[in-house]
T-cell receptor, first 118, second 110 residues
Framework: NAGVTQTPKFQVLKTGQSMTLQCAQD?????MSWYRQDPGMGLRLIHY???????DQGEVPNGYNVSRSTTEDFPLRLLSAAPSQTSVYFC?????????????????FGEGSRLTVL | EDQVTQSPEALRLQEGESSSLNCSYT??????LFWYRQDPGKGPEFLFT???AGEEKEKERLKATLTKKESFLHITAPKPEDSATYLC???????????FGSGTRLSIRP
């Protein structure tokens, strides 16, 4: 069982370039999300999706786009990369809607994608 | 405003030296508090969920407790393999999101 798979693991971009970080999960989870992790700031939510065709913004959505055409995939697009987007990006999924009282709070995370923007 | 604060930022212990990590939160109508472990270069890994004040959960040398304003992760007689960053998180009070604290970086010396 692969779980949550992120590609690429490492990427270097120049300012202004665009790219897509890929995230795929094989657990049939409805909920998927993208976080960025920066030193001293912990994990910050960028965008999330509660199911195919449904996406919403997190804490830091500016400069990023997402779409959810299938249950399995949730790509994150950087439209015009800036040095401030240098970070480690994590994709996470959950079998439960996070506002459900029965939710365990268990997110399954990928291994991360380290992005450097020069 | 929903907020999660963890302390200390970093903690260095000798093997066998017990201690506690703190997670304080300000969320209306808490629906759960979650603890995660993150090893260097890896994604966070889920440890526990606590739902109500007074609740406790244990896993090996770790015990998580919850009050109305904070949670503690107690580490008893830690070993070097317990070295990691420990993150706590809560669901936002008004939306389908989980907010994370900035974590405590725990280092256990042999």
């Amino acid at each position: 069982n692969a779980g949550v798979t992120q590609t690429p693991k490492f990427q270097v971009l120049k300012t202004g370039q665009s790219m897509t970080l890929q995230c795929a999960q094989d657990m049939n989870h409805e909920y998927m999300s993208w976080y960025r992790q920066d030193p001293g700031m912990g994990l910050r939510l960028i965008h999330y999706s509660v199911g195919a065709g449904i996406t919403d913004q997190g804490e830091v959505p500016n400069g990023y786009n997402v779409s959810r055409s299938t249950t399995e995939d949730f790509p994150l697009r950087l439209l015009s990369a800036a040095p401030s987007q240098t970070s480690v990006y994590f994709c996470a999924s959950s079998p439960f809607p996070v506002d459900s009282l029965t939710n365990t709070g268990e997110l399954f995370f990928g291994e991360g994608s380290r992005l450097t923007v020069l | 405003e929903d907020q999660v604060t963890q302390s200390p930022e970093a903690l260095r212990l000798q093997e066998g030296e017990s201690s506690s990590l703190n997670c304080s939160y300000t969320v209306s109508g808490l629906r759960g508090l979650f603890w995660y472990r993150q090893d260097p270069g890896k994604g966070p890994e889920f440890l526990f969920t606590l739902y109500s004040a007074g609740e406790e959960k244990e896993k090996e040398r770790l015990k998580a407790t919850l009050t109305k304003k904070e949670s503690f992760l107690h580490i008893t007689a830690p070993k070097p393999e317990d070295s990691a960053t420990y993150l706590c998180a809560v669901p936002y009070s008004s939306a389908s999101k989980i907010i994370f604290g900035s974590g405590t970086r725990l280092s256990i010396r042999p």
